[in-house]
């Protein structure tokens, strides 16, 4: 079964230190892969495609076909950061659906 | 953002009645999502509809019904409320062109007495 983990429901971190909030997924084949982020009081929105190769917001994701590993990473967290995080793979059979991932809170502090 | 809307945004009701959630795009997308939200469950997919008058199932459809008769509306109707269905509701919806991203609406809060 396709599966995505998320393992930490909480994540705390301080203004300026590095943030990285983990997503596996047990797949078969070559998913795409998501971040969306969820803002208080906003919207789910996409914050990056893995097959994009970019950085939005000072976060990038490498996947990582061997440990099958899609982690976001910001080498210097703010405040604004704080959000909730949802890794998102598409589902091999129709690309159409997501699997979704828990999520992460991401609270930085100052 | 503005493209992709739901009503009402917060809705409260009692076990038994009938509840229809509404969600309009106006983008034209092809594909529309309705998920469910709830503490430890994350987003779970109710229904989906690859066009005007398809429709099919999600992880969790039971006691939920969708209609698409047009490509901009997908409403969600829950046909006897039960407390289970209390959740946050997001409507999304995902252009061809790129099938994988999806654009959320704002979200109905549902409470079920």
């Known amino acids: 079964a396709q599966r995505v983990t998320q393992p930490e429901k909480l994540l705390s971190v301080f203004k300026g230190a590095p943030v990285e909030l983990k997503c596996n997924y047990s797949?078969?084949?070559?998913?795409?892969l998501f971040w969306y982020v969820q803002y208080s009081r906003q919207r789910l929105q996409l914050l990056l495609r893995?097959?994009?190769?970019?950085s939005i917001k000072g976060f990038t994701a490498d996947l990582n076909k061997g440990e099958t590993s899609f982690h976001l990473k910001k080498p210097f967290a703010q405040e604004e950061d704080s959000a909730m995080y949802y890794c998102?793979?598409?589902?091999?059979?129709?690309?159409?659906?997501?699997?979704w991932g828990l999520g992460t809170s991401l609270a930085v502090n100052p | 953002d503005a493209g992709i809307t739901q009503s009402p945004r917060y809705k409260i009701t009692e076990t038994g009645r009938q509840v229809t959630l509404m969600c309009h795009q106006t983008?034209?997308?092809?594909?529309m999502f309705w998920y469910r939200q709830d503490l430890g469950h994350g987003l779970r997919l109710i229904y989906y509809?690859?066009?005007?008058?398809?429709?099919d199932k999600g992880e969790v459809p039971d006691g939920y019904v969708v209609s698409r008769s047009k490509t901009e509306n997908f409403p969600l109707t829950l046909e006897s409320a039960t407390r289970s269905q209390t959740s946050v509701y997001f409507c999304?919806?995902?252009?061809?062109?790129?099938?994988?991203?999806?654009?959320f609406g704002p979200g109905t809060r549902l409470t079920v007495l």
């Open positions: 998102a793979p598409s589902n091999a059979g129709n690309n159409r659906k997501l699997i």
């Open positions: 797949y078969s084949g070559s998913p795409e």
């Open positions: 893995h097959i994009s190769r970019e």
């Open positions: 983008w034209s997308h092809s594909y």
């Open positions: 509809s690859a066009a005007a008058d398809i429709t």
């Open positions: 999304a919806s995902s252009p061809t062109s790129k099938p994988d991203t999806q654009y």
